[in-house]
């Protein structure tokens, strides 16, 4: 009698979460349906929980010329997410002794003007250096189409006045991941894309990540595109100027692999995942919901490491809830369709 009793418990509970996994499905269907029609640009999305996919879907066109349906195994521009590899990149390189988080940036650049300032490279990881984001400078559009080596953009935004003292505010500086690259290149002696290759995409067969170029073919990369009363084809930039703060391309998929490794320490050591994930606090005590790398926040009560990106022609965003071992990641091949409410609102509906 035990025995029939507890199959039929079991049976219950296997029809309960099947019933609830397909509830969940046509929530999130609901969700992503609201801004990503079948004819227009799309987006892939996928949700993991414990590193087991829960939903894995396409929707629009990859490629709107050709009339090619998104897959979900397609490639995107990930934008400023590339900031997650790269503040990873520099713990590696902590974690092997070969430099400080509270090394002052001017033992690697010795002639960057620091205006009498220490700025270090917990600074730039967290975007409390004061040093003007090169997005925003005058004459930007110049060299949007130039080949720069990373010290050329470098010395593009250098004497540019400092926003504040380091330390003294929280100001979201793209210019602090170009110098956080360039320091990349210098220990290691690799290209900032050699380095990401070689310690992040090989190890975590990353088999479909890799540095952005225009040059190289890129099995199943998908199209950008700009909606300005219709839609049009991305505008040109050079790969060279996003460079360590948003000149990366992956999948869902990829981007679930680099969240589980994440997750079981397989890149960094759990005291060194501690410091990426803390939530900094400024000189007077406030709180910056930063890391290294991603943004600490919440999601209704639950905590929340996220990041998006954007680039011209794409836009992506990620959602981890540590707690509740939840991953969301949605990748759109059009600016005009931003996935980061998308994201959230589908992280919600795992938040107890």
């Not at 879907?57 to 490639?75: I, R, S, T, W, Y």
Request: with cysteine.
């Amino acid at each position: 009698m035990r025995t029939v009793i507890l199959f039929l418990l079991m049976a219950f509970l296997a029809i309960q979460n099947n019933f609830y996994a397909q509830v969940a499905t046509t929530k999130i269907d609901s969700i992503i349906k609201t801004t990503f029609k079948e004819e227009e640009p799309g987006g892939v999305f996928l949700v993991a929980q414990d590193g087991k996919i829960n939903y894995r879907k396409a929707f629009g066109k990859a490629n709107l010329e050709l009339d090619v349906m998104m897959q979900p195994e397609f490639v995107f521009e990930i934008g400023s997410m590339t900031k997650q590899f790269t503040a990873v990149g520099i713990a590696l390189l902590e974690e092997q002794g070969k430099l400080h988080f509270e090394d002052e940036i001017v033992k690697y650049i010795p002639d960057y003007p620091t205006h009498g300032n220490k700025i270090t490279i917990h600074h730039l990881l967290t975007h409390t250096s004061g040093i003007k984001d090169f997005t925003k400078i005058k004459g930007i559009n110049d060299i949007a189409e130039e080949e720069l080596s990373p010290i050329e953009l470098i010395r593009f935004f250098k004497d540019e006045p400092m926003d504040f003292k380091p330390g003294e505010k929280y100001k979201y500086c793209n210019s602090g991941y170009v110098i956080l690259g360039y320091i990349i290149e210098i220990i290691s002696g690799q290209s900032y894309a050699e380095f990401v290759q070689e310690n992040i995409f090989k190890p975590l067969e990353m088999s479909s990540s890799s540095y952005a170029s225009h040059d190289k073919i890129i099995k199943k990369r998908v199209s950008g595109y700009h909606f300005k009363d219709i839609f049009i084809n991305n505008k040109y930039i050079s790969f060279s100027l996003p460079y360590a703060s948003g000149s990366l391309l992956s999948t869902v998929d990829d981007l679930l692999k680099w969240q589980m490794a994440l997750d079981a320490n397989t890149l960094v050591q759990q005291k060194t995942k501690e410091k990426i994930f803390k939530n900094y606090t400024l000189h007077n005590g406030e709180k910056i919901a930063y890391g290294y790398g991603w943004h600490i926040t919440k999601i209704e009560e639950a905590i929340s490491y996220e990041h998006g990106g954007s680039i011209f022609g794409f836009k992506s965003m990620a959602v981890y809830l540590p707690k509740e071992k939840i991953y969301v990641v949605g990748l759109s091949n059009c600016d005009c369709h931003s996935p980061t409410s998308i994201v959230k609102n589908i992280a919600a509906l795992y938040v107890q």
